[in-house]
């Protein structure tokens, strides 16, 4: 018998992330406890996770959570100042529309070469949408901006 107490704390089960390795959720566990050593947790780094919290899951959920932990890993690393929110929840919506019509299954490494421009943290596909001057504003670190030009 189910009482009302044990209902109440049965979950249910999270949604498939096709395409998504044991080695990928590994690095995202390690990345949400803060257990991720800072130099494995490149740019290349911030995008697979993000993949991985996006994969499966409502876009508003994911990229809530993605951004609580990547405040928390920054802390746990000593480098609460280089948290970005407005870079993070431009790669975050960038991520999310790339992965809309992905092919079923498509791994990480697919994802990077079928969207090449998400790699290149310098510029790149945010540069097309935000000048550098924008982008090192105090404004632009600590709340989302948007955009100051459309994409070229």
Request: glycine share 8%; charged share 25%; proline share 8%.
């Amino acid at each position: 018998m189910v009482t009302k107490t044990h209902a109440a704390r049965v979950r249910p089960p999270r949604p498939a992330r096709p395409g998504v390795t044991a080695d990928d959720l590994a690095y995202a566990r390690a990345f949400a406890r803060a257990s991720l050593p800072a130099a494995d947790f490149s740019h290349r780094g911030h995008l697979r996770v993000a993949w991985v919290y996006l994969r499966g899951r409502p876009f508003a959920r994911a990229a809530l959570c993605f951004a609580r932990h990547l405040r928390r890993y920054a802390r746990a690393q000593g480098a609460e100042g280089k948290y970005h929110e407005t870079l993070t929840w431009a790669y975050l919506v960038l991520i999310n529309e790339r992965l809309e019509g992905a092919p079923p299954g498509e791994g990480f490494d697919d994802f990077l070469r079928r969207c090449p421009e998400l790699a290149d943290a310098k510029g790149g596909l945010v540069g097309r949408y935000y000048d550098a001057a924008q982008l090192a504003s105090p404004l632009a670190r600590r709340a989302f901006v948007l955009p100051a030009r459309a994409p070229g």
